[in-house]
């Protein structure tokens, strides 16, 4: 396990504590390049819970984002630690993109969470696209 990038923490928590989306960042993770917007992980897991609403197949699912169903001790299968106050573990993206050549999937951006641990490489600001 690596140690996180402690001024990736702090942009972290600053959007939480600001409960601001505008900080956009590109990262690298897993080999993926993701770009877009941070969101506050209330603001992202409501978001998340009104898309699976939305949806006849995965409106289950919309439940472990939102009440006391978004604790992980809540959720079906192994039981996870409880969260503890502290400093963010992860990103929350929305409006991004994870970049594949010249191409953002998807075009409309979505919905991703990483992990800062497992952050290899970023910068401030996100990647524009152009078909021209």
Request: proline content about 8%; aromatic content about 6%; charged content about 20%.
């Amino acid at each position: 396990m690596s140690k996180p990038d402690e001024l990736l923490v702090d942009i972290a928590t600053l959007v939480e504590s600001a409960q601001s989306n505008q900080m956009s960042l590109t990262v690298v993770t897993g080999g993926a390049v993701i770009t877009g917007r941070l969101a506050p992980e209330a603001v992202w897991r409501q978001r998340v819970a009104e898309v699976l609403t939305d949806s006849a197949r995965l409106g289950e699912f919309s439940g472990a984002f939102t009440g006391p169903a978004a604790d992980p001790a809540d959720l079906p299968g192994p039981a996870a630690p409880p969260a503890e106050d502290g400093p963010p573990t992860h990103l929350h993206f929305h409006v991004a993109r994870i970049i594949q050549g010249t191409v953002g999937i998807p075009e409309t951006g979505g919905m991703y969470r990483v992990s800062i641990e497992d952050v290899s490489a970023w910068t401030v600001g996100d990647f524009s696209y152009s078909d021209h």
